[in-house]
């Protein structure tokens, strides 16, 4: 039980450091200096890591990992959708 509080503990800390870059970028309408590259590669390996939560039934895994890719989603979105509106 002790290990799996660590876990979700974890897992929420590493989550909502990308709160503030998703609410900048909501706020300023600007995502210029976030890297696409960076997103897609992050993207890719936190849902790698959320299969891996999913065939290991690690509820932290599953949760921290299921959280982190919607708010690096949204980021993306913001990114490509503010994009557009520039040009």
Known sequence: MLITI???LAGTL???AFLPQM???WQTKSAKDVSYAMLIT???GVSLWLIY???RQDLAIILANGVTLVFNLMILWLKIRYR???N
Do not use: M
């Open 42 to 44: 992050f993207i890719t």
């Open 14 to 16: 590493t989550t909502i």
């Open 23 to 25: 609410l900048k970028t």
């Open 6 to 8: 660590l876990g979700l």
């Open 84 to 86: 557009k509106n520039r």
């Open 53 to 55: 939560g999913f065939y």
